[in-house]
């Protein structure tokens, strides 16, 4: 009911947000035909402006930004969204992570900067974290994203490592061009749901000096923000650069300044009445795991029946630990000993310490570079950014080991669970360090009147360092058995403390990751008109790109103090390599316009592009040290329509495909042979199994299996649709609405197989079954062959089916009384998002429980009047189903801690600008500083909502939100 009535309310508030504001807006627009108040004119300084919508109808090269020929925009052909500038500044986000979080086209739930840390330090460390994105529930490998144009290098070599998105300041970005679509084509390799292109800050006049702060009002998360923009023009005018510089830092944000865990305790502490699908309490199966310190209990989770058996107390599954015992005491603990403490909880406060929103601190620089070598003849562009990222922080967890029965430490004579009070034991840590350099140098210029062309080099290079360390994870055996023996899980260590040496010996464990990746890539395009339809020009783009990438990582377990030396990563390496060549097509087509229209319609363009790709990845495995070498080649194409109806509605509809080559492991992992009995079911010999030594010779009775990767797996594919109408009615001027269905297909997907499913599905899988010629009495059965060999290797099989529907409203109104109105609204629908891992298993539709959301939607609302904006944004998740919820369709097995789903959130902003103009007299010193300046205050949830109740096991909040809730934030930034 709690989240019902939750869900409930969050539609009343999303009803209003998605109407009350825009009629409101209307109301102020109708009233506009009064004459305005004095010194309200177009004329004043401060009088509002009207924005224009970025909209780009023809394409010709650019440079700087390695356009494609094919027509972008809102309203292009190829369905795009475009975030610009001045909408990332009003929505109020502090980083790009937040920003592509709430956008509605991309699935990313928690961003990187909220995860709870320990994920990778609880298993004794980890390589360095990036933040990702995918689009329309993909992973972040089948996302390409770009800046100005040019791919940004993937961060690793596994499905989750697409490019690093953190190295991007939200202070050098223009604006986001969003194609959630299959786009190989255009963007190559990858762009299995489409692609984000980042196009960073140029051309700009002046000097900019940003100064932010911000807060949580709950407490936790400050945060300060210095950037620095400036326009330079040099060279009497051929050259110009505009520099852009950012700090940033950011405080920690730790569990104990939330509620999250005190609500957890209320719900799952020693009264609670949950139990589990097992029938066990629900404190056995988060109480204790989240806050028991100094206790014992029961190992399994999954009967109600097994007790300690403590004498006196037989119906006890837990205990806590005796207190004072010394090692030598701890040494002769009897299960007697527990009878006092059978049935007593001890809390801990350590996930407390959790770090809820990540600290950081950031510099970076970006400069973008044009000059005139000869005008209209050549020009060079280029482009220099760099970046550092540092991060450190403990990730406390609740320490626990596992005594089986048979352990001489254990008195209980069944497997228990001990967690540990560990006071002398330091904490686990973080420490990263992320370093990157991007260079791009070219040149453009012209042939004749009606070619242009452009050629252009990219060196990207990235060093990333991690130092983490879990001392207490020696007790639980992975780094060395011996270590629970030199110390006593029983003994009372704030009293009898472990000494320096066996510290020293046993727990002074740390690991250090070391990755790198090298990116060089080289970019030709020549675009021009090749003939004059009647309709206007046939313009064509011949396009070359060469890349390749290289990721190199390592690891040692050597200490902390080798953090900063490159040398001691050589323990454990792993290298991947991938080269690319790619050529293509573009073409803009105008069949029917102002020029020449015979038909009543007002205009016709059809775009197509289409791409030859070779990809070729090699590398060492680190397991094997052998090398990996798999080459694809793909065609890919893209082809779009967009009919003009009249002034008032256009349609538009498009067809784009993808393709993405198999990851390194997938086709380098060692192949290896072996013979195995055949105890197998062969679903083709009547469920037998061949291995019956009493009836078969033994050299029969065995099959040859090879497992393995498989360096002749075909690339994965995708083929997207979308349908679109585009409305611009001419009786409500200022509304642009358009609504699109897209779907898209992905199939061939990497699966990785075992050969008893191969046996028992010979149906199916009979390509990799060699079987002998069968005798006279296995066709008298109507039975195969026996089997002689299996190829077990990892083979494509998986498919992928997503479709949906993108909503955008904008209304856009300019009144000489009223100011200006901006009304932008977004959501995306998915339909479906229905997966089939292998042939084996049924489709199974995970929209809302396992992958994309159903429902996400933002709307946000700007009244400009003189020198005053103010912007109100809603912000809208729906809800969804884990583990932790009633049983369903996707979660048969679910506990049902968390009711029917994880309730939605609706989440409301403000923020508020007043800018001080510049005046033609003179000025006194202090209001020379007030000059040109523009002062903001905004809020992020306003109401301070707080994230639902999520029973995760470590921050229990719902990981879509925000956990830092309000957040007061005050920018100031002066004009020069």
């Known amino acids: 009911m709690h989240h019902t009535t939750r869900s409930l309310s969050a539609r009343r508030h999303a009803l209003f947000a998605f109407l009350a504001i825009p009629a409101f807006a209307a109301n102020l627009a109708a009233q506009s035909s009064t004459p305005p108040p004095a010194g309200d004119s177009p004329d004043d300084p401060g009088s509002a402006v009207q924005l224009e919508k970025f909209e780009v109808t023809a394409q010709r090269v650019d440079g700087l930004i390695n356009k494609s020929l094919l027509q972008s925009g809102e309203n292009a052909p190829v369905y795009q969204d475009i975030i610009s500038r001045v909408d990332i500044e009003r929505m109020g986000f502090t980083s790009i992570e937040e920003l592509m979080r709430n956008l509605p086209q991309t699935t990313a739930g928690a961003s990187l900067l909220q995860t709870a840390p320990g994920n990778l330090v609880e298993s004794g460390g980890g390589w360095v974290k990036f933040s990702t994105v995918g689009l329309r529930g993909f992973s972040s490998d089948q996302t390409v994203v770009l800046v100005n144009g040019r791919a940004l290098p993937r961060s690793g070599d596994t499905d989750n490592g697409g490019p690093d998105l953190s190295r991007i300041p939200l202070a050098a970005i223009e604006r986001i061009e969003i194609l959630p679509s299959a786009a190989s ?34 407490g936790g998360a400050t945060e300060y923000r210095l950037n620095y923009v400036e326009g330079i023009s040099f060279g009497h005018g051929r050259g110009n650069m505009t520099l852009t510089l950012n700090y940033q830092h950011r405080n920690p944000l730790y569990a104990r300044d939330r509620d999250y865990l005190d609500e957890a305790w209320r719900r799952y502490g020693p009264d609670t009445t949950l139990k589990n699908q097992y029938g066990v309490s629900a404190f056995e199966d988060y109480g204790i795991r989240s806050f028991g310190v100094g206790m014992v209990a029961l190992t399994s989770l999954s009967d109600p029946a097994p007790t300690l058996g403590i004498p006196g107390a037989t119906s006890a599954r837990y205990a806590a630990i005796p207190k004072g015992l010394s090692p030598a005491q701890a040494q002769a603990l009897t299960i007697a000993d527990f009878t006092p403490t059978a049935g007593v909880v001890n809390k801990g406060e350590s996930l407390g310490r959790v770090v809820l929103y990540k600290p950081m601190e950031v510099f970076s620089a970006n400069a973008q570079v044009e000059y005139d070598f000869i005008p209209k003849i050549l020009r060079g562009y280029g482009e220099f950014t760099y970046g550092r990222t540092r991060q450190s922080y403990n990730s406390p967890r609740q320490t626990s080991t596992t005594l089986d029965a048979a352990d001489p430490a254990n008195p209980f004579g069944k497997t228990v669970t001990v967690y540990l009070d560990t006071p002398d034991l330091p904490e686990a840590n973080d420490n990263s360090r992320y370093d990157s350099v991007r260079a791009v140098a070219g040149v453009r210029g012209w042939i004749g009147k009606n070619w242009e062309w452009s050629a252009d080099g990219t060196v990207d290079y990235s060093d990333n360092r991690l130092a983490s360390g879990n001392p207490r994870l020696a007790l639980e055996g992975i780094i060395s058995p011996e270590a629970r023996t030199a110390y006593n899980v029983f003994a009372d260590h704030s009293l009898y403390p472990i000494s320096r040496e066996l ?26 008109d090749v003939f004059e339809l009647p309709a206007g020009p046939l313009r064509a783009s011949f396009i070359g790109r060469y890349s390749s990438w290289e990721y190199v990582q390592g690891q040692s377990y050597r200490g902390v103090e080798y953090f900063n030396n490159a040398d001691q990563y050589e323990s454990s390496s792993n290298d991947s390599t991938r080269k690319t060549w790619q050529g293509g097509f573009e073409a803009v087509i105008p069949v029917l316009g102002a020029k020449w229209r015979p038909v009543p319609v007002d205009a016709l363009d059809l775009n197509f592009s289409a ?4 990809n070729k990845s090699g590398g060492i495995n680190a397991s094997s040290g ?10 890919t194409y893209v082809g779009a329509v967009k009919l003009q109806v009249t002034k008032d509605i256009a349609l538009r509809a498009s067809y784009t495909e993808g393709f993405y080559p198999p990851n390194w492991d997938d086709i380098g992992s060692p192949v290896f042979t072996q013979q195995v009995p055949g105890v197998f079911p062969d679903s083709a010999r009547g469920y037998t199994m061949q291995a019956d030594f009493t009836t078969v010779p033994p050299d029969m009775a065995f099959i040859s299996v090879t497992m393995g990767g498989n360096p002749n797996l075909r690339p994965e594919t995708s083929k997207s649709a979308n349908y679109g109408v585009i409305l611009t009615p001419r009786f409500l001027p200022g509304v642009t609405l358009s609504v699109d269905y897209w779907k898209t297909k992905k199939k061939d997907g990497i699966y990785i197989t075992n050969f008893p499913d191969i046996l028992a599905h010979a149906d199916i899988f009979h390509a990799n079954i060699t079987r002998a010629d069968p005798t006279p009495e296995d066709i008298a059965k109507g039975w195969l062959g026996r089997v002689i060999s299996i190829d077990s290797r990892t083979l494509n099989a998986d498919r992928i089916e997503t479709d949906g529907v993108d909503f955008k409203l904008r209304y856009l109104r300019a009144t000489e009384r009223w100011g200006t109105f901006d009304w932008l609204t977004s959501a995306t629908y998915t339909n479906q998002f229905v997966m089939q891992e292998s042939p084996l298993v049924r489709p199974i539709n995970t929209v809302g429980a396992g992958g994309p959301l159903r429902w996400r939607g933002a709307s946000v609302f700007t009244w400009a009047k003189k020198r005053w904006t103010n912007t109100v944004t809603a912000r809208y998740t729906h809800t969804y189903r884990t583990n932790t919820n009633t049983p369903s369709a996707n979660f048969p097995n679910a506990a049902g801690y968390d009711g029917s789903h994880i309730a939605s959130i609706l989440n409301w902003d403000y923020q508020i600008s007043y800018s001080v103009p510049y005046q033609r007299t003179r000025l006194s010193r202090s209001d020379t500083w007030f000059a040109g300046t523009t002062w903001t205050v905004g809020m992020l949830n306003i109401f301070n909502r707080k994230p639902a109740f999520v029973t995760d096991g470590s921050s229990y909040y719902n990981g879509y939100d925000d956990p830092r809730q309000r957040f007061l934030y005050v920018q100031v930034k002066k004009s020069f």
């Open 611 to 614: 791409s030859w790709e070779s």
């Open 626 to 635: 052998l090398p990996v070498s798999s080459d694809v080649d793909a065609h």
């Open 503 to 528: 510290l020293d010996q046993y727990f002074n464990y740390a690991r250090n990751s070391h990755s790198r990746t090298t990116l060089f890539e080289g970019n030709a395009r020549v675009t021009g």
């Open 185 to 218: 084509a255009i963007y190559g390799a990858g762009a299995i749901s489409g692609g984000i292109n980042i196009i960073l800050r140029r051309d700009y006049h002046g000097r900019d000096l940003t100064a932010y702060i911000g807060s949580a009002t709950e």
